[in-house]
């Protein structure tokens, strides 16, 4: 059994994609595979079920299966995080016990879609963590882009400061570096220290490290880079860092594109034999023979620049 | 078994409510009961599993027994569209092919929340009924204060030319009359005749109908007076349709905002001995004693009116 | 010169509108005559170029020369209010500060579209108060459906605290009806009384009355109708006050239509003889035939049922 | 006086900074050095006012003494585009023709924010261009980041068919991969070539060029590298032309933060010398002492790249 999540958490917790067949089905066997590429990259947690993971276009026994699949193959060896968001409180809760029975360290939900002021927001915290009881440890996920309700950093404070068990903020407002330096200077203004990974790919991971981010919550297809650039960086090679990361930095904006991204990262997977299809399940993105090409080129240049 | 939904339907189709018990869990017997008062209002069909329906809080299991439970009790006779929109177009299929089974008319669909162009909304109807088949028949919910995806007509159009299968539009744009007007002008520039229901609790109506529309498929907690207006109407009798109508405007009015606007079509439906239970499951809301007074008041009014 | 702006303002402060001529010329004649009717029609106070007063559509030069007219014409009889809600705080403030000179009573602001945090609502204010200066008093416009920044209670409390010169708040987010009583209640929590007048074409004026607004804020085409509802609730009578106004809620909520909505009210203005022209500066709505016979309807019924 | 504006343009236009002193007042000493670093910089054209040039925080008497400012500088030498979006549209045909008569090579427009459907789109650009008449050069600006009118590519093929007056794409989509190669195609489908201008500070710009852009309209604050990519590019070192775009990729992703990158590229300009003050008028950002650490070190990181 993992430990449960807390705010001290650091590192890099690599989002997983969720692997199909190229026919759409669920492919447990390209799971395993993931599983053990993740952790053969050194990460030191994994978050599966979020937004990049197409939760929502699984069925529950889908979700079930899956993600009893990833813990046996992690075998506590590191934390996960199972995204709960739900259009149902219920059905959030329901769905976030049977992951921490299942030996989740904690969950991961963003405010719900259609949520319009920033009161709206702690209200719909306080309700859905009434609901779900105080026991479940809590990932917030700031991700306006996506979720379409922008959260100021007093109503984040407000929400961290009533919910104890909210322990890790997955940091993705875009542009979001102020942001964080706000957020790290709770504990000088009285409030609490939380656990702070970025996310949007790592596109300003330097940026953000060196403002206090913990690491990073992101799936970028090479993961190994976030685990080395947070590595040297919280040895203390904050340059060495950076050179390293703008090494990938083509790639990581590249696959940072909005909705086509997803696409891109599972191919780059399925072409460093990760997983068996880049199958995005529909209504989703596929490459085309353009996107190819194009890629084709990106990695093509990574691979020539890391040979240097 | 009920005919499956065509073109040329006309009439009022009801959208009901679900049932909860106060502690949320689902009321089996208030569906009952309340497909008695449905069915004895006179309404022509039924949409189960709409927006307004809470279709996205309840679990799978609890949307196959609500929806049996409902077939049971129409017991074919009269028709009932489910809605089937979903994140995930396998599990829209999937549903909707249990709901034809069932006895269903057709399905009901609004394009995807976050697609941005029109071209998308195309895009978006033809993989979907691509996935589904050809044989299901289906209502385009076009809905962009929900949905947040806005329609033009030239759009729709062109989605309702490329599949045949699409019969009816839920039209629930707002506004929304000059928009009526120029689809029921379709068959006059080579396109097709469809069936237009329109909603937003009827606010409308009365200019509705006088531009062409076939009724109304919208939730009013007094779906006689949609009944009665919608049977005047198409007796010839438009002015004594509107007048009808006025006397339940403020109250129409009132239950037609947003958010608030289902937990007082819940209560009023409670009041009238209908359900037993106004419970809206969260996120949902609930009225305090303010929102209560008022309605007292609103409902007394009415009751005044229509004694006169 | 008129008295300036304070919290304890209650009645009609009618929302006029901008006359042009056919051409879209500025129509300083029709501005006399549409003054006029506005005072005969026992308003309170007037607001000028605000949204609806298509503001953005005039030159700077055109904003001076209208509302040096009204000034004229009003010649201190009731308190003007001036918008000014501008992109650039600079333009805001020089506008704001002519206009205060030329006998304004008050200015109206709305947060700035774009604006995405309550945090940057609260400083956009106190930046914009910074510049403006703290001698004009300010009506704070909440109208999210057009500026598309949702405000909180809370925000609007701190927002009202920060700043003693805003005195009114001009309340049109829909719903809005329990945001109203939360307002109202300020005064037993420590707060602020303010003065709240609604908006919306007061289309649930009955009910913001009894929950405690001061009156209303809007252009609906028959002020005599706002006047005298508030008038008989003021008096004690809010049935009497509310049997009036539903005879009018018909033409209320065709009014009320976002965008085309303005074009119905000039031409109700111009049917009414108030205005030579019901033009809408480009980009626009212009009624079509359609359209007008519709109204030809719903006037006809209100003049019968007045006349009853 | 320079030639108008056609659909062959290739190149750079840079979207040129409007220059403030620290208390907000134009700075036109500024003005004349910035033109002067940007014609030295070899770029092959200019946009001035557009939405990074805070136009609307500009009175009409400033956005003409700035304007005659430019032209006066550019001398004939470049071509210059001027941004014309406004929400009243004779102000936007009055200003558009100011600027032609002043000597401007064409306009830009960006779709009106608040449309809603494509159809709108089609019809706002209808209606602007019948008004603004046929012989002024067009840009359409295609940014539904900042419009939050999102448009296909249908819609924009019917727009640039319907008007041959509208001669270039700012193309700023993101993401906008495909769209590129899909424009780009018309010439093989029956419809036009247009001059496709790539935006976003360049962040895709190699990509964008091996998909068939013709160049950049951006206002990067290091216009050589824009410039001397395409250079690269169009002679036929795609390779050559990616290795340089790397090189600067950590300081464009940087400066392409929304809000905030204004501030940023016109503090890069002061430090370069381009500019006296990064003032940027209220409503808008200021960098803090942390933002300055950053940019420093972003900075130095990039000249350390260039000198080895």
Tied chains: 1, 2, 3, 4.
Aim: proline share 6%; hydrophobic share 40%.
């Amino acid at each position: 059994m993992t430990e449960k999540l807390n705010e001290h958490v650091r590192g890099v917790y690599i989002i997983a994609a969720t692997p199909f067949e190229d026919d759409g089905a669920l492919d447990l066997a390209s799971t395993d595979r993931m599983v053990d590429f993740y952790l053969e990259s050194g990460v030191n947690g994994m978050t599966i079920l979020g937004i990049m993971g197409e939760a929502p276009k699984l069925t529950p026994d889908e979700q079930q299966s899956f993600m009893k699949r990833v813990f046996a193959r992690t075998a506590g060896k590191i934390p996960v995080i199972v995204g709960v968001s739900n259009p149902g409180t219920n059905n959030l809760a329901a769905f976030a016990h049977s992951a921490m029975d299942a030996g989740a360290a904690g969950v991961m939900i963003a405010p719900l879609g259609g949520l319009k002021t920033e009161e709206q927001v702690v209200n719909y915290f306080a309700e859905t963590l009434r609901i779900l009881g105080p026991d479940v440890p809590v990932v917030f996920q700031d991700y306006p882009q996506v979720t379409g309700v922008p959260v100021s950093v007093p109503t984040l404070r407000r929400v961290f400061d009533d919910h104890p068990q909210i322990v890790m903020l997955k940091h993705e407002e875009a542009p979001g570096l102020r942001k964080l330096t706000q957020i790290r200077a709770w504990p000088d203004q009285g409030g609490r220290r939380i656990s702070i990974l970025v996310s949007n790919g790592g596109l300003h991971l330097p940026q953000e490290l060196r403002r206090g981010a913990d690491g990073a919550m992101t799936g970028f297809a090479y993961p190994e880079m976030l685990v080395e650039v947070c590595r040297r960086f919280f040895d203390g090679d904050a340059e060495g860092a950076e050179d390293l990361f703008d090494v990938y930095l083509p790639v990581v904006r590249h696959e940072q594109q909005a909705g086509i991204g997803l696409a891109i990262r599972k191919e780059i997977l399925r072409r460093r034999g990760v997983i068996g299809s880049a199958t995005v399940r529909a209504p989703g993105p596929k490459l085309n023979r353009d996107d190819h090409v194009e890629l084709d080129g990106l990695m093509a240049r990574l691979d020539a620049r890391l040979r240097r």
